[in-house]
C-alpha cells in the first residue's frame, strides 16, 4: 500500500504541474485598449508593465496591438508578438474608443466578462478618438499609464463626476433587455499639449450603444439624482450677475413616487432632500437669517433646474439611467409591459422636487 | 461526549511484554556465610574496579559490606552504618543501625539492583538475608531555570537530573494527600527508576490504569529518558505532532497534575513528560497564567495565527506565485514580478532552497557554544540572504516569507512543536507547487484530518476543536480567562474532579 | 450497537449540514433560477420547509427503531428480499452521488482555475483525501465536520462587501413570478442542495440524546442549509439582473470575483478552494454510508474494505465524462430518482410500519 502511495506520488511530481503558471514567464497587462470600427474588425492593444525597483518607478514596457475578428482572436495574435504569454487577469482599465461602440458593445466585452480569469472589477472608460493612443502617448509624470487612468476614475468617481462602475456593474444592464435600466461609462479625452487625459463627462448608452453625452458637471447632477454620492460632491452655481457660488452636498434623500395608472401614461415624482455647505460665496453674510433663506431658496431651484435638464438629456438619450423602468417593473410587473418602455420613456412625465438647506458656512473642510 | 476506550488505539503495546522477559538467572540463595554470599556476588557482577568490599568484625557483628564506592556516600556509611555497629551493645545488630531506608534481601538478583542503585549491602555472619542500606550519594545540579522554557514573571526553578529532587519539587508545592507516585523500575540494564505522578483526586483513574499499563509493559535495555519513554507511551509515533508535553519546569507539571493529566519522570533526566495533552496545551506557556487576561488572550492567539502562517506562508507564496497571480492585488504583483523576474529557478526550488539553508542554520547554531552560535545566526541569516538576493538566485519576496515562516515557527513554546510545525511546511510546499491552492488544501485538510483522529493516551488531541467544546475553547484555549472564571477542568484529560474554582471572586462583604 | 463509537446530536447536526452542502452551494442559485427566475430564493425556502416534511417522515420511522440502521430494518418491515434490494438500491444511490459530486467538482474546477490538469488527477487526490477519513469510524468523521464547519463564516465575509451593490429592484415584487414556476425551483433543488437528510436513517441508532434532539439535530441542520442557500440566492439575484445569471453557472462564484479586499483580490479563486472541502465532506459522508451498505449487504465485520472497493470504483465513473451540459442532463435525472428515495420510500415504509405495528422489540 505505501509503496503504491509512494509510486503515484513520484509520478505526480515527475509529471508536474499542468496548470503552473509562472508569475516570471507571464506578461501581465493592467490595462487594455479597444478599437472596432466596424464589428468584423476589432483592434485589442495591451500595455505592458515594467516593475520599477528603488532608483526607477514601475513604467510601460511595451504597447502592443493586434486586430482580430473577435477580442480572443486578437489577444491570441497578441500573443504572437509579445515575449511572454499575456495574462489578462490584472487588467485594471479598458478602454473602448466612442466610434467602437457606436454598434452593440456586447460582443467586444463577451469574452472578457465571462472568461473566469478576467478581472470583473476592472474599469470601463470610453475614449473620445482612438483607444490605442492613449497608451501609446506619453504621460507627464506617470510612466505607468494603465495606473494613472485607474487612479484618475477612481478619483473622479470619489468626487461624484463619473459614475462608479465596474466591467461586472456595467455589463449588468446590457442584459436587461425589458430596458428597464441603461449603462453608462466615463469618457476621457486626451490633450496632448499637456501630455495629460482628462475626465470629459460620461457617455450613456440605450440598448448596448452609445446614445449620448453628458458633461462632468451634469454627471455629477445625475449621480446625485440617482443616489449615488461619492465621497464628495461639489456643484457651483451663479449666484446673482459675476457672482459664483460652489456648494458640497453632505446629506441627500431621495424619494422616487412612480403613478402607473391604468388608463393614460406613466409619470415620476422625483423629490430630493439635501443639505449643503458652502465653500466659496465671497459676497458672505451667511450668518443672517434672512441670506440663508434665499439662498436655500436659490441653490434648490438652481439643482432643481439643472436635474430637469439633465433628466431631458437622458429621456432624449434613451436611456434610462435611473432605473425607472426598472422601479416601475418592481411595483407592477404587468402594467410596465404594457407600457413598451423604448417608447414611453422619453415622453414620461418626470416632476422633480428639491429641498436644499445649508448646514454650514463657517469652516469648510 | 467521548468515551473513553481503552487500548483499542494501541494494541503494540499490549503484546510487547510478556513472554520475552528473560528469565532470572538461577542463582541460588545466599548462604549464612557473609564471606561466601559476597564472593558469590562479586563473581555474578564480574570484577568491576569501583566494587568495593568490606569487612567488619566489631564485638556483636560480624559481617562484609558491599557497595560501589562511585556512588555511595562513605561519609555516610561510616556514620551511620560502621560507627553504630562497632558501638551497639543491643542483641540485633541491625536495630543498631541509623540509616534512614533498609530493606532485608533475600534474592541475590535483587541484591545486585539494589547495589546498582547505590546501595550498600551488609552481610552478616549467620544470616541468610543482606541488609540494603540506602546510602546513595547524590550529585547535584543547582536548581536553575530550564533555558528553553525561560518566563518572564512567575518561579524560576527547573527540574534536575535526579528523581528526588524532582518529586520533592512537586510536593514541595502540591502539598496535597492525594498526590500520588508510583515507581517503576524499567530498563533490564540501566534500572532507571520511573517515577508516575498523578493527582488521585483528579485524574481520571482509567487513565492513569492505561498509562501504568503502557509503562509496564516497556521491556528493554535501556532505558534512555525522556526519548525512549516518550516513544514508548505515545498513541501514534509516526505523526509529526507531538502527543506528550515535555516540561522541564515544576510550575508547569504541577498545573497540568492538577488539570487531571498524569506527569511521566525518569531518573536521570529533567524533563517530565505529561499526557494526556490537546495540541492546544502545547501552545500554552506558564507565561499565559501570570499574565493579565487580555495580554495573556493575544499573544496565545498570537502564538496560534503563527503556527499558521509557519505552515501555509512558504505554500501560499509559492500557489500565488504559480498558479493563482491574480489573487494578487496590482500593486503588489509588479513588485513581486520586478523580484522574481530575473530569478532562474522555479518559485518551488527557490523556497525549497532557502528553507533547507534556514533549517541548516538552525541545526548549526544550536550546538554551538552561545557566542559562535549567534555568529553563525547573524552570518547565515543576514550574509547570505542578501547576497542570495543581490546575485540573483533567489527574489526579495522568497527571503522575506523564508524567513517570516521560519521565526514563526520558533514561536511555539514547545521545542517539539515548533520542529513539528517546520516539517509540515515541506509537504505543503510541493502540493501547492503541483496544484495551487488546491493542493495546498488538500495538504491542509490531511492534516486537519489527522489531527481529527490523533488521540493523546485514548483522548482526542485536537479538543477542544474536535470534538467541538465552545467552553473549553473560550475558557482556556483561545483566550486566557481571568483565574477566577475557570470554574471548572478542562475535559480533555477526563478529570474525575470538574470544580477547581469556588467563588474566589465573591469577596467576603465588609 | 454495532459500532462503539456514537455521536453526539451536536455532530449529527453538522454531519447532515456538510452532507448537504456540498457542490449545490455555489450552483444554487442557477439551478432554482432555471425553474423559478428571480424568486429562487423563494423556492429554496419552499424546498427546505418540503425536507423538513421528509425529515419527519424519516425521524418517525427510525425513531421506531432506535437501535437499527435502515439496512437492518428495512428487511423486518417488507421482508428479506425487498429489503435487500432496497439497501443495494440506496448504497447505488450514494455511490451515484459519490461520483456526480465529484465529476460537477471536477468540472467546475477545470473551468475555474485548472483547465489544463487532467480530471483523473484530482479525482484521485479527492478520493485519496476523502478515503482516508471515511475509514475511520463515525465520531471521527463528526469532529472533522464541525471543523470544517467554521469554514462556513467566510460565506458572510464574502457576501458583506457587496451589499451596497444589492439591486433590490431586480427582486421586485417578490414571487410575481407565479406559483407554478416556484414549484418548478422547488423540485429541481434535491439532488445537488438538500440530499444529505436522508443520513439520518443510518446515523439514528449511533446518536446519543433524546429522541427530539435528534430531530432538532437533523430540522435544524437543514434549516441552516435552507437559509445559506437562500442568502446566496438571493445576493445573486440581487446582484445579477434576471437575464445576465442566465449566462453564470456558478453565480456564486462571480458575484465573489468582484469583491476586493485590501490584501487580497480575485476572492472567487479562495472561495472555489474552501468549496472544495465542502464537496469533500459530503463525498465523505456518502463513501461512508454506502461503504456501511456494502458492509452490511457481504456481512462483512469492517466498513474498509468495502470503503476501498468503492472508492476505486468512484474514480473512473466520475471521470467519465467531462461534459458539462451532459453533467447537467444527468443531475437532472439523479433529482428525479431522489425524490422516490428521499421521500417516497420513507414515506411508504412508515406506512408499512404503521400498519404492520412494527417497531423495535427490545427498546
Not at chain 2, 503502557?214 to 519513554?229: A, E, Q, T
Not at chain 2, 492538577?258 to 496545551?281: K, N
Not at chain 2, 550546538?367 to 559562535?372: A, E, F, G
Not at chain 2, 523564508?402 to 521565526?407: E, G, H, L, N, Q
Amino acid at each position: 500500500m505505501k509503496k503504491w502511495i509512494g509510486l503515484g506520488l513520484s509520478c505526480l511530481l515527475l509529471a508536474g504541474c499542468w496548470d503552473e503558471r509562472q508569475l516570471k514567464e507571464r506578461s501581465i497587462i493592467f490595462g487594455a485598449a479597444i478599437d472596432a470600427p466596424s464589428k468584423e474588425e476589432i483592434a485589442f492593444t495591451v500595455a505592458i508593465p515594467e516593475p520599477g525597483n528603488e532608483q526607477k518607478p514601475a513604467s510601460t514596457k511595451q504597447v502592443i496591438s493586434a486586430t482580430g475578428r473577435t477580442v480572443r482572436e486578437s489577444t491570441r495574435k497578441i500573443d504572437r508578438k509579445a515575449s511572454a504569454v499575456v495574462e489578462i487577469g490584472k487588467m485594471r482599465v479598458l478602454l473602448i474608443s466612442k466610434e467602437s461602440i457606436q454598434h452593440d458593445i456586447y460582443p467586444l466585452l463577451d469574452d472578457l466578462y465571462r472568461n473566469a480569469r478576467s478581472p470583473l472589477n476592472a474599469k470601463i472608460i470610453i475614449t473620445e478618438g482612438k483607444a490605442e493612443p492613449f497608451f501609446r502617448n506619453e504621460i507627464e509624470g506617470e510612466p505607468l499609464y494603465s495606473t494613472y487612468y485607474h487612479t484618475l476614475i477612481e478619483s473622479a468617481e470619489d468626487s461624484t463626476m463619473v459614475p462608479n462602475t465596474n466591467l461586472q456593474r456595467f455589463a449588468s444592464p446590457l442584459f436587461d433587455k425589458s430596458d428597464g435600466e441603461a449603462a453608462m461609462a466615463p469618457l476621457i479625452t486626451f490633450n496632448k499639449e499637456e501630455k495629460m487625459a482628462e475626465v470629459k463627462g460620461t457617455a450613456l448608452f440605450n440598448d448596448r450603444r452609445i446614445a449620448g453625452e453628458l458633461s462632468v458637471a451634469e454627471t455629477t447632477v445625475l449621480l446625485l439624482m440617482n443616489d449615488e454620492k461619492g465621497k464628495d460632491a461639489t456643484l457651483t452655481f451663479p449666484m446673482g450677475k459675476e457672482e459664483n457660488m460652489t456648494i458640497r452636498i453632505e446629506k441627500m434623500k431621495r424619494k422616487m413616487k412612480l403613478h402607473m395608472p391604468k388608463d393614460g401614461p406613466a409619470s415620476v415624482d422625483l423629490s430630493y432632500q439635501l443639505s449643503y455647505r458652502v465653500t466659496d460665496y465671497p459676497p458672505g453674510h451667511l450668518e443672517e437669517q434672512k441670506v440663508v433663506k434665499k439662498v436655500n431658496k436659490k441653490i434648490s431651484d438652481e439643482i432643481k433646474q439643472s436635474m430637469d435638464k439633465t433628466m431631458d438629456k437622458i429621456k432624449e438619450a434613451e436611456s434610462d439611467i435611473l432605473g425607472i423602468g426598472l422601479s416601475m417593473s418592481a411595483k407592477d410587473p404587468d402594467r410596465f409591459k404594457q407600457l413598451k418602455w423604448e417608447n414611453a420613456y422619453p415622453e414620461l412625465n418626470v416632476k422633480i422636487h428639491v429641498k436644499a438647506e445649508i448646514i454650514e458656512s463657517g469652516i469648510t473642510f | 461526549m467521548a468515551v473513553w476506550r481503552s487500548g483499542e488505539d494501541d494494541p503494540l503495546s499490549l503484546t510487547a511484554g510478556g513472554n520475552t522477559k528473560p528469565q532470572s538467572n538461577d542463582s541460588s540463595l545466599f548462604s549464612l556465610s557473609a564471606a561466601e554470599n559476597t564472593k558469590q556476588l562479586i563473581d555474578l557482577l564480574g570484577k568491576s574496579g569501583d566494587l568495593k568490599e568490606r569487612t567488619f568484625s566489631y564485638e556483636k557483628a560480624e559481617g562484609r559490606l558491599l557497595y560501589f564506592e562511585t556512588i555511595v556516600d562513605s561519609g555516610r556509611i561510616e556514620e551511620s552504618i560502621l560507627r553504630p555497629l562497632s558501638e551497639t551493645d543491643m542483641q540485633n545488630v541491625e536495630e543498631a543501625l541509623t540509616v534512614l531506608e533498609r530493606e532485608e534481601i533475600a534474592d541475590p538478583d535483587k541484591a545486585i539492583a539494589a547495589l546498582m542503585q547505590g546501595k550498600v549491602l551488609l552481610f552478616l555472619e549467620g544470616r541468610s538475608v543482606c541488609i540494603a542500606c540506602g546510602v546513595e550519594t547524590f550529585f547535584l545540579r543547582s536548581i536553575m531555570e530550564p533555558a528553553n522554557e525561560k518566563v518572564i514573571r512567575g518561579s524560576h526553578d527547573g527540574f534536575v537530573e535526579n528523581l528526588n529532587t524532582n518529586i520533592a519539587l512537586i510536593r514541595e508545592r502540591l502539598k496535597s494527600p492525594g498526590l500520588m507516585i508510583e515507581y517503576v523500575q524499567l530498563g533490564q540494564k540501566t534500572n532507571t527508576r520511573v517515577a508516575i505522578i498523578y493527582e488521585k483526586e483528579i485524574a481520571n483513574p482509567e487513565l492513569v490504569e492505561e498509562l501504568k499499563r503502557r509503562v509496564n509493559s516497556i521491556d528493554m535495555d535501556m532505558m534512555f529518558d525522556p526519548g525512549f519513554l516518550e516513544d514508548m507511551v505515545e498513541d501514534s509515533t509516526l505523526s509529526p505532532f507531538p502527543q506528550v508535553l515535555n516540561t522541564e519546569r515544576p510550575d508547569r507539571a504541577i498545573a497540568n497534575i492538577m488539570d487531571g493529566r498524569i506527569a511521566l519522570f525518569g531518573d536521570g533526566s529533567p524533563t517530565c513528560i505529561i499526557m494526556p495533552v490537546t495540541f492546544f496545551a502545547l501552545y500554552q506557556s506558564p507565561d499565559d497564567y501570570n499574565a493579565r487576561t487580555i495580554p495573556g488572550s493575544f499573544y496565545r492567539l498570537l502564538r496560534f495565527l503563527s503556527f499558521l502562517i509557519a505552515i501555509l506562508m512558504p505554500g501560499l507564496y509559492i500557489a500565488i506565485v504559480g498558479f493563482h497571480l491574480e489573487v494578487l492585488p496590482a500593486d503588489l504583483i509588479l513588485t513581486i514580478k520586478g523580484g522574481v523576474q530575473t530569478v532562474p529557478f522555479p518559485p518551488i526550488f527557490e523556497v525549497l532552497a532557502m528553507e533547507t539553508a534556514i533549517e541548516i542554520i538552525r541545526e548549526a547554531g544550536v550546538r554551538l557554544p552561545t557566542p559562535i552560535g549567534q555568529t553563525i545566526g547573524i552570518v547565515g541569516g543576514l550574509i547570505i540572504g542578501d547576497a542570495v538576493v543581490s546575485a540573483g538566485f533567489a527574489s526579495r519576496t522568497t527571503v522575506i516569507v523564508v524567513a517570516v515562516t521560519a521565526i514563526s515557527s520558533f514561536v511555539a513554546p514547545s521545542a517539539e512543536m515548533s520542529t513539528a510545525t517546520r516539517l509540515i511546511r515541506f509537504p505543503l510546499m510541493i502540493l501547492a507547487s503541483l496544484f495551487g491552492f488546491y493542493g495546498l488544501m488538500f495538504g491542509v485538510v490531511l492534516i486537519a484530518m489527522h489531527l481529527c483522529k490523533l488521540e493523546s493516551l485514548g483522548r482526542p488531541y485536537f479538543a477542544p476543536l474536535a470534538p467541538f467544546r465552545l467552553k473549553d475553547m473560550l475558557r482556556d484555549t483561545f483566550i486566557k480567562q481571568p483565574a477566577w472564571k475557570k470554574k471548572t477542568r478542562p475535559l480533555d484529560s477526563h478529570p474525575i474532579r470538574e470544580g477547581a474554582e469556588f467563588g474566589s471572586r465573591e469577596w467576603v462583604k465588609k | 450497537m454495532k459500532s462503539p463509537a456514537t455521536i453526539s446530536p451536536v455532530q449529527l447536526f453538522f454531519i447532515i449540514l456538510q452532507t448537504q452542502i456540498g457542490i449545490g452551494l455555489i450552483s444554487i442559485p442557477y439551478t432554482v433560477q432555471e425553474g423559478a427566475g428571480k424568486d429562487g430564493w423563494i423556492s429554496i425556502l419552499l424546498a427546505g420547509l418540503f425536507v423538513q416534511g421528509g425529515i419527519a417522515v424519516i425521524w418517525l420511522l427510525s425513531s421506531r427503531f432506535p437501535g437499527l440502521t435502515f439496512y437492518d430494518f428495512a428487511p423486518l418491515l417488507v421482508g428479506k428480499i425487498i429489503g435487500t434490494v432496497l439497501t443495494m438500491m440506496y448504497m447505488l444511490f450514494f455511490f451515484v452521488m459519490v461520483c456526480y459530486q465529484l465529476s460537477v467538482f471536477l468540472a467546475i474546477s477545470s473551468n475555474w482555475a485548472f483547465p489544463r490538469t487532467p480530471h483523473v488527477v484530482f479525482a484521485v487526490l479527492t478520493v485519496a483525501v476523502s478515503v482516508y477519513l471515511a475509514k475511520e469510524n463515525l465520531r471521527i468523521i463528526g469532529r472533522f465536520h464541525i471543523l470544517a464547519s467554521f469554514l462556513l463564516v467566510s460565506i458572510i465575509f464574502v457576501l458583506l462587501p457587496l451589499i451596497p451593490h444589492f439591486e433590490m429592484r431586480y427582486l421586485l415584487p417578490f414571487a410575481s413570478n407565479g406559483v407554478e414556476d416556484i414549484m418548478k425551483g422547488v423540485g429541481k433543488t434535491f439532488n445537488t442542495a438538500f440530499a444529505g437528510f436522508e443520513l439520518l436513517l443510518w446515523l439514528y441508532p449511533f446518536t446519543e440524546g433524546s429522541k427530539t434532539a435528534k430531530w432538532k439535530a437533523v430540522a435544524g441542520a437543514n434549516a441552516a442549509t435552507s437559509i445559506i442557500y437562500a442568502i446566496l440566492a438571493f445576493a445573486s439575484s440581487a446582484i445579477f439582473s434576471p437575464e445576465e445569471i442566465k449566462v453564470v453557472p456558478e453565480p456564486v462564484l462571480y458575484i465573489i470575483k468582484e469583491a476586493e479586499l485590501i490584501v487580497v483580490e480575485r476572492i472567487d479563486l479562495l472561495f472555489l478552494t474552501v468549496w472544495a472541502v465542502f464537496v469533500l465532506t459530503t463525498m465523505i459522508s456518502y463513501l461512508y454510508v454506502a461503504s456501511t451498505g456494502l458492509t452490511h449487504l457481504l456481512k462483512a465485520k469492517e466498513h474498509k474494505k468495502s470503503l476501498y472497493v468503492l472508492a476505486v470504483l468512484v474514480i473512473p465513473v466520475a471521470i467519465a465524462t467531462e461534459n458539462r451540459m451532459e453533467l447537467m442532463r444527468i443531475g437532472d435525472k439523479i433529482n428525479s430518482v431522489s425524490i422516490i428515495l428521499l421521500f417516497v420510500i420513507p414515506a411508504f415504509l412508515l406506512m408499512v410500519a404503521l400498519i404492520r405495528k412494527k417497531r423495535e422489540e427490545s427498546v
